[in-house]
């Protein structure tokens, strides 16, 4: 039997094994055997034992002070979602279903987790234990998705676990990769973290899908692919742990073992006969791990219900068991049995492993800050995430586009249709209307004058005529203009709607709200606008029914169409116009007044009401969503480039802050 060196242990011994022990039976090099031959610990240990059992809580170590922060700035890490960057250092619990997962947890922390056949635990649970002082009681908080829940009754745990599972993997045997957090503080837990995962399940049973085995798998390979991740195997004692599922997935991930440590479970079960096999294995002469084994004595269902708060009571009656043990006494010594031991390497090997990961952490960092920050600079340009700066962005795009509406209505700026040009070709058109429609004026007109005697003759002497049949001719035919007027503003109206359409889905193009509010408020301003500038035009019609015009303007009209026969006429003499036969010639000079006074009237109308008033409505109406309070809602994005930046300033905000937070550790 293999000497075993003096040291220190955090296990107490009671007075069986003090009257075991034989000062005889050690040898001159500091090792010692019991008169039986079973290895215990040198008389002289006996102060640092006692003074052991002094020590406050069930798990206690001497490094608490110098180990909490590590593992409180990984959990703070976790916190803050730099997981979705990198990797962070953990401790993965894997096992076959009904290894005793459940039971090694409930040793650790103290309470109840869920229990039963087939899948118990259905989605990853990140179990916190934080060890206070100062007479602080029992406490506990559980959260997943937007829910936190605190408490302070350890009965509660099971309950609220189960709630938690069912509302992420639904209420059945489903599973979930969502986590659940359950912290515990309380003066008898050690500094830890862990992250239970469900059992590995070979056969689907009722009400499970085929595939559940693979979905497992698939969801354990996820976290222990990670070279971050510490691999907690639990295996019972009393099965070929070559054989066991858990194990062998380890194997694959981390092929020589180094970040794999085993516990081994249910010693109260070996077959008679194969307690030396369960030895080798301990000793890690079947199977070498790098971290090696623990064999602990949890719990069985009827212990935990009678002991469920007395975790002091569950790490005696376990001492006891391996104290008292044939063959497996000797593994107390060995510091590789009890869940005591097993908490304080756990604890060590999470720092150890923190410590050591942190300068790559913090290089990982580092890049990945560069790379973002280069990486945003080249993305389209959004809102602050600050909510004061999300409000003078606001005023700042809102001012951008009213900029805009401006100078496109005034014709400073330039879609990619020129508005002003095409503004122009639909009065020219307008005009050109009016123009043709001389011809068919001028021949009414000859028509009324040749047939006035037969068709509009009444009273008057022969040679006098009635002025009021002119002017009805006149007035019919200017009517016969109001309907291609109208075609003419219906032609702007879509015009301008089209390009004040076109600015706000390019000034809101990521902005959902923004664009649907900026273009109903267009459509709705360029219909009341269009109601209006219609209101004027027919008008503008109505007065032309006054056939009027200045007297100076008239007999300039006339000498202009007298100059074009080779005539002149004079204002002066008006009497030369007198006669019938000149009727066509006076009332072809007074058209030509009205035509000039439609074609520059109609498109003024038009301009200035659908282009001008209507900008200026529509800047007005934007201007009033600064008051609106929810500017989240208003400057919510959905484009494919906001959510990447959105994304990109969430992760630099997250990798900033990590950064800051592990620099504190240099």
Not at 534 to 557: A, N, P
Request: with cysteine; aromatic share 6%; net charge negative.
């Amino acid at each position: 039997m293999a000497l075993l060196p003096i040291k220190h242990t955090q296990l107490p011994l009671g007075p069986t094994e003090k009257h075991r022990l034989s000062k005889q039976t050690t040898s001159s090099n500091g090792f010692f055997k019991l008169m039986d031959g079973s290895p215990k610990v040198h008389e002289d240990a006996w102060s640092a034992v006692e003074e052991c059992q002094q020590m406050e809580g069930v798990f206690h170590s001497h490094l608490d002070e110098k180990v909490r922060p590590y593992i409180d700035l990984i959990d703070s890490l976790r916190v803050i979602g730099i997981e979705k960057d990198l990797a962070l250092p953990a401790i993965a619990v894997i096992g076959d279903q009904s290894s005793g997962k459940s039971s090694v947890l409930e040793a650790l922390s103290g309470v109840a987790l869920p229990r039963g056949s087939g899948i118990v635990t259905r989605c990853p649970l990140e179990l916190k234990l934080r060890k206070v002082r100062g007479g602080i009681h029992w406490k506990a908080s559980i959260s997943y998705r937007d829910e936190f829940i605190q408490f302070d009754d350890p009965s509660l745990v099971e309950g609220y676990v189960a709630e938690a599972q069912d509302k992420l993997a639904g209420v059945g045997v489903g599973i979930s990769d969502e986590l659940i957090t359950l912290e515990i503080s309380s003066p008898d837990v050690c500094d830890l973290t862990l992250i239970d995962l469900p059992g590995i399940a070979r056969v689907p049973v009722k009400g499970q899908p085929d595939d559940i085995g693979d979905q497992i798998k698939s969801l354990i390979l996820n976290l222990i692919n990670k070279t971050e991740t510490i691999i907690l195997v639990v295996v019972p004692c009393n099965v070929d742990i070559a054989t066991t599922e858990a194990l062998k997935m380890a194997q694959e991930v981390d092929p020589e073992g180094k970040r794999t440590l085993a516990i081994l479970t249910k010693p109260d079960l070996v077959d008679k006969g194969t307690e030396k096999n369960v030895l080798d294995i301990v000793r890690n002469q079947v199977i070498p791990l790098s971290k090696g084994y623990i064999i602990v004595k949890c719990r069985g269902g009827t212990e935990a219900d009678r002991c469920q708060d007395l975790l002091s009571d569950a790490t005696r009656m376990e001492r006891d068991f391996f104290r008292q043990h044939e063959y497996f006494s000797g593994l107390l010594y060995e510091e590789k049995a009890t869940t005591q031991c097993l908490a304080t390497k756990l604890t060590q090997d999470l720092v150890d492993h923190i410590k050591k990961s942190l300068p790559l952490i913090y290089e990982q960092i580092k890049k990945q800050l560069w790379d973002t920050k280069k990486e945003l600079s080249l993305c389209e340009t959004g809102p602050p995430l600050e909510p004061q700066e999300r409000k003078s962005y606001l005023i700042d795009i809102l001012t951008q586009f009213n900029g805009i509406i401006n100078r496109l209505s005034t014709g400073e700026v330039v879609q990619h249709d020129n508005l002003f040009i095409q503004l122009r070709s639909e009065f020219e058109k307008w005009k050109e209307h009016l123009d043709g429609s001389k011809e068919t004026f001028h021949r009414t007109v000859q028509e009324v004058v040749m047939e006035y005697d037969l068709k509009h003759r009444r009273r008057e002497l022969a040679g006098f005529n009635n002025y009021s049949v002119f002017e009805m001719v006149v007035q019919r035919l200017v009517v016969e203009l109001k309907g291609p007027a109208i075609n003419t503003m219906k032609i702007i109206r879509d015009m301008v709607q089209q390009q004040f359409t076109d600015v706000a889905k390019t000034s809101f193009m990521n902005y959902p709200f923004l664009q649907c509010v900026s273009l109903t408020k267009i459509d709705n301003i360029q219909s009341t606008q269009e109601s209006l500038v219609q209101e004027r035009i027919l008008e503008q019609f109505e007065m032309e029914q006054l056939v009027y015009t200045q007297d100076g303007i008239y007999y300039k009209s006339l000498n202009e169409c007298k100059a074009a026969g080779g005539e002149k006429a004079s204002q002066d003499n008006c009497t030369d116009w007198d006669s019938r036969s000149n009727y066509p010639d006076m009332l072809k000079a007074y058209y030509e007044i009205v035509v000039q006074r439609l074609a520059d009237q109609v498109p003024m109308l038009i301009r200035y009401f659908l282009l001008k008033v209507s900008g200026r409505m529509l800047c007005r109406e934007m201007l009033n969503l600064m008051d609106e309070s929810n500017v989240n809602e208003i400057l919510r994005e959905e484009s494919e480039v906001s959510r990447k930046r959105i994304d990109m300033q969430n992760r630099l905000e997250r990798l900033t802050l990590a950064q800051k937070k592990i620099s504190n550790f240099f």
